[in-house]
């Protein structure tokens, strides 16, 4: 894979060709500051300071003991700055107007990736934005958005750069009633159309038994139509959706392989299919006997590592150490 691949990648780049056959976006340059704020996991977890009185969120995650430290060192120079929310005033500007544009509610996104590992920390449990605030919370508390940020061209054999000159934020009208049955992933080789997966994999979807052939079918005419000679590389993958009265739309393009899931092939089984020149084929969950596990960590590592040393491990030492004081103390046996 080369570098110009996983660029085309970018929502920024591809967006203004299929704007026509994808979904309302808007699109902003970050400034280099918000940039190293997404970056930077140094002292507390501050939310940027709101221009606007309406936001939901305080400026910072309330944690009472954290809250101590904080009133300790409040005025005394140094720390008491450090400890001060930064401001992007013109920026969150921008996407307020955005917001209202798209009709008040967005999904955020980065050049290439979603901050889906943060669906957790919203009060929705989903990337359901109204804010600002609320894009800042799940920008920041993202681990895939590392990827974005440092590691997007890792796979490339022509590899020069650790992260794109640029970021943008990627705002996506919200569309509530996305059918995730709907939703495919499309593999091109050698600007071929070799194979369509279903893109959530963890269900098994009957409706979709009826729907296969019909889609299979639109996805195609689709694809020769609006992909084939307007998207440039010659290997890749890309999403769409499939609307209710049988529209397809763009989601996403992503590089052919590496951090790109195959979902329900293998990319072996996709690269046979081009090398023998086989049937275009559409993949689908056929039983409930045929879903797969969740292929992606829908948390952040922190949650997921309960390794010796790991804040999981120190949490339950000190939930069992608090334990076995309480049980020992006079009050316990009560
Ligand atoms: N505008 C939207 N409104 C509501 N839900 C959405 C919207 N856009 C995407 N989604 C949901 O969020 C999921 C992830 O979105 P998206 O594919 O853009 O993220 P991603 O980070 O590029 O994922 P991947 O890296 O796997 O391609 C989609 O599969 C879809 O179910």
Redesign the pocket.
Known sequence: MKEEDVNRCQIQEWYPKFKSVS?RTFIHELPESFVQYLLDDSGPFLLPASISNEDAFPNRIHNPEEEEDYQASEGSGDEAEALSAPCFPELELKIKESIETLGGA??P?LN???P?DSAWISTSG???CTTFSEIALLLRSSD?LIHDLCHAYDSCSDKTMSRPPKFFLIL?????R?Q?EM?FRCFVKGQKLVGISQ??VTTFYPVLCEKKNKVEVLIEEFFNDNVRVKFESDDYTF?VYVTEDERVKV??F?PWGAF??PLLFTWEELEQKAREGDDLELRIVESRCGVRPGL?TAVPYDYLDVSAGSGWDQFLRNASEELQQQTKSPEAGA
């Open positions: 979904i967005i999904f996104k290439w990736s979603a889906k989903t990337l359901r895939s996506r009208k919200w569309y509530p996305f995730p939703e893109r959530e999403d989601l996403d992503n790109t899931l992606k």
